[in-house]
């Protein structure tokens, strides 16, 4: 069955790209992969997502990285979608471009989301249930949150963002969905489809 559903939102991602535009790329959300989060520990999640909204920015558990244009599913980024390179592009390519950009962004907050559940179960090894809700409720309602927040954010350096287990099954998904978009819209600007072997999705 998951193997069938597989297909189904690959067929319908690629018509998306077909179609283009940013709209019909927000309706692929309604489709998107299903990343099973619910046997990892809700309270120490629940501390990273307290942590994460209360300290300083240059603390968050956060990569910032700008999409490729396209070239990490093994194409010519500056041909595909030549306006986001600063260079003019037709508006059938700039309303592709926002549909690319729209699922990229989806894809990173994936890809972010599973790295914050790794740190979660990494903090639940090291604290009890009771003081993990003790931790959240010290940094978000106490005096001392700056020293709470210390005991939690050595664990952001104790996760490899894109090699834990969970990374491994997140970029597999996300990269056959963001790269059928992608085909998708390489085939209706004429373009040949890319070899999937010259995708390098993280």
């Known amino acids: 069955m998951k193997w069938a559903k597989r297909v189904a939102i690959s067929a319908s991602l690629l018509t998306i790209g077909w179609l283009g535009g940013p709209i019909v ?5 309604a489709a998107k992969a299903d990343h099973q989060f619910e046997d990892f520990p809700l309270d120490a999640h629940r501390l990273v997502e307290s942590y994460r909204e209360t300290i300083d920015d240059h603390k968050l558990f956060l990569t910032i ?3 490729e244009g396209g070239s990490e599913c093994g194409y010519e980024a500056e041909d595909l979608f030549p306006s986001y390179f600063g260079k003019q592009g037709t ?3 700039k ?3 926002e549909g690319y950009e729209t699922m ?3 894809r990173r907050d994936y890809v972010d989301e599973g790295y914050f559940w790794a ?3 990494n903090l639940s090894e090291d604290f009890s249930p009771y003081e993990l809700r003790f931790l959240r409720r010290c940094i978000e309602d106490t005096i001392l949150t700056n020293v709470c927040a210390a005991k939690v954010e050595p664990y952001g350096q104790t996760v490899d963002r894109y090699e834990h287990p969970l ?3 997140i970029r597999a998904d ?3 969905i963001l790269c059928t978009y992608v085909d998708g819209a390489a085939a209706r600007l004429g373009f040949e489809l890319a070899d999937t072997e010259k995708r390098n999705v993280f």
């Open 167 to 169: 990374a491994q099954e």
């Open 95 to 97: 309303a592709l471009l």
């Open 119 to 121: 740190v979660a179960e």
């Open 91 to 93: 508006p059938q390519q």
């Open 25 to 29: 790329a927000a309706l692929a959300l």
């Open 104 to 106: 990229e962004f989806r």
């Open 65 to 67: 990285a700008m999409p």
């Open 174 to 176: 996300e990269e056959a």
